[in-house]
């Protein structure tokens, strides 16, 4: 069986350093809001090049507390991809605004540009792009647009942490960015897990008001609040974690540019790197025009595979009747034909060679 992810291997080379430090944790019963989330929050911050990281409960509340921050509420507009995870939405929704689903460039199935300044109407208040599967969406012209228009740019780096564009982190270039660290990401907790990075000392400030409670002071609350924080043991996970992320990084991106080299020749369409920024391959997603055929001989060797995303957002049944005029001709083309094959930064070389020649004999045969 090969995983999607292999998380056990990953384990085995943090064990000590990990076990030390919950131990640790556990004698001092220092369980929340401890020294790890403070060391974890500076850590990041500085790995990220930002003023604030602010450790909270998952990456969907990150990107909730966000928009909070940012002043987005009732009625405004945000323009988002479709392609993409439900939390980005959710977390628009949960602030009372309106999701506004743009299509997607056809070969980093990152929002376009384009799409998003043809959306801009009054209403609109904020972007909310997401950096897909690892790969920085196009930043340049994206913050541009924002700052033409006036609007708050919140980025959605849940599949990207450690990917950079133009020199700088994702999570450091809009007004605040969302991070999660849910197990199977890129920095990865053992349980839920989520970041907020600004530059702004007025939104840190409140997103860490926000996290508890809506408190700065024990027992005196300023607004209302959520229970939203990073919880200490997963701190001491994503500390040990965080020093190896580059090292994580630079492996996934060889299984990534190895898969392809290897798919070559193959009728299917490798993941497309733009050059704009450095991919870090959250996901390795192709696309197929057989894509059942070829799903079905790999879960029949069972070797890992996942279709991210079959219906887009404006289909999903929670949104189809408030998008029932919305038509997303390329994200949909997408959804139709894509499919991710396992990776992660333990992935070997030969077993990269198995699955390609599983993929081969369907597509060759
Ligand atoms: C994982 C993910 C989220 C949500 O993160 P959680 O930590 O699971 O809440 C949001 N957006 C995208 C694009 C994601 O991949």
Redo the contacts with the bound molecule.
Sequence with gaps: MIPMVNLKAQYAEIKDEVERGLAETIENCSFILGPNVQAFEKEAASYLGVKHAIGVA???DA?HLALIAEGIGAGDEVITTAF??I??AEAIKYVGAIPVFVDIDPQTFNISPEAIEKAITPKTKAVMP?HLFGQPADMTKIAQLCEQHNLKLIE?C??SFGASINGKQTGSIGHASGF???PS?NLGAFG?G?LVTTNSDESAAKIKQLRNHGSDVRYYHDVIGYNSRLDEMQAVILRAKLKRIDQYNQRRRHVGHLYSQLMADLPLTTPYEDGLGEHVYHQYTLLCDRRDEVLKALQDKQIGCAIYYPVPLHQQNVFKQECAGVSLPVTEAVAAKCFSLPICPYLEDDTIREIVAVIRGVLTA
């Design positions: 998952s990456g969907t990107l993409t995870f939390a980005t997401v959605d849940c599949q999660s660290f849910f990401k839920d989520g």
